[in-house]
């Protein structure tokens, strides 16, 4: 089997009971669960209106402007899938269009992402179905290859591995790995869990804020003698 041109099988897929349970909770909070040290990059950013993505990773690495692994991958989706793409970050040409979102719509495909540029924007945004891309761009693609389908892959250091977890929001993207998806849920809802208390109490005015001078305290930060407000 030739390396850089191949269509591999998932080994495993999340299942959906879990993907289910993380489509409930912020990207925010599963990311802070996860120490804040992974994530799709800033530059990775929803292409659609508004609203969540949560699915399984169905991966493509692709050659920098070319989409035909992608139009395989597409073949391949079935109910419930995110496709991935490692297209180089390169924005110069598009790898997805409209006509490929409303047959990946039509193979139930849950969202897609892309490291590299999209185009039809203003369609994509009219249909609200989960698009996350680095840019945008009216250049269309190549269609020769080679890539690679169901391969671990990389988008600004985020390793994603085929079945994995794949979220995202208004606040971008996020990959939660199988083998540590079940203590990641738990952490990610004890997180929002407690943020939801914390909001009911700046709501009621009994928000406890006594720990930001105790940080800056003990940070050595000189405090005047008599505080006032501005």
Same mark, same amino acid.
């Given at each position: 089997m030739t390396v #850089?041109? /191949? !269509? %591999?099988? /998932?080994?495993?897929i999340a299942p959906k009971a879990l993907v289910d349970a993380f489509a409930k909770l912020p990207v925010a909070n599963v990311s802070d669960s996860m120490s804040r040290m992974t994530a799709a990059g800033a530059r990775i950013r929803p292409m659609h209106a508004h609203g969540g993505m949560a699915g399984v990773a169905l991966t493509v690495k692709a050659r920098p402007g070319d989409n035909l692994m992608l139009h395989k991958a597409i073949d391949m989706a079935g109910p419930g899938d995110v496709i991935v793409v490692d297209a180089g970050g390169d924005t110069t040409n $598009?790898? &997805?269009?409209? @006509? @490929? %979102?409303?047959y990946a719509i039509k193979r139930g495909v849950? #969202?897609?992402? &892309?490291? #590299? $540029? !999209? /185009?039809d924007v203003d369609a994509i945004r009219e249909t609200n179905h989960p698009v996350f891309a680095a840019g945008v761009t009216h250049r #269309?693609?190549?269609?020769d290859g080679p890539g690679e389908i169901n391969v671990p892959i990389s988008i600004d250091g985020m390793v994603v591995h085929p079945g994995d977890i794949v979220i995202g929001d208004g606040d971008g993207v996020l990959c939660v790995p199988i083998a540590e998806a079940e203590d990641i849920?738990?952490? $990610?809802? $004890?997180? %929002?869990?407690a943020e939801t208390r914390q909001m009911q109490a700046i709501a009621e005015g009994t928000n406890d804020r006594a720990w930001v001078d105790a940080a800056l305290k003990k940070l050595g930060c000189a405090f005047p003698d008599k505080e006032r407000n501005a």
């Open positions: #850089g041109f /191949r !269509i %591999l099988n /998932r080994t495993q $598009a790898v &997805f269009g409209e @006509m @490929m %979102l409303a849950a #969202g897609l992402v &892309f490291d #590299g $540029a !999209i /185009r #269309g693609p190549y269609k849920l738990v952490k $990610a809802q $004890a997180k %929002l869990d």
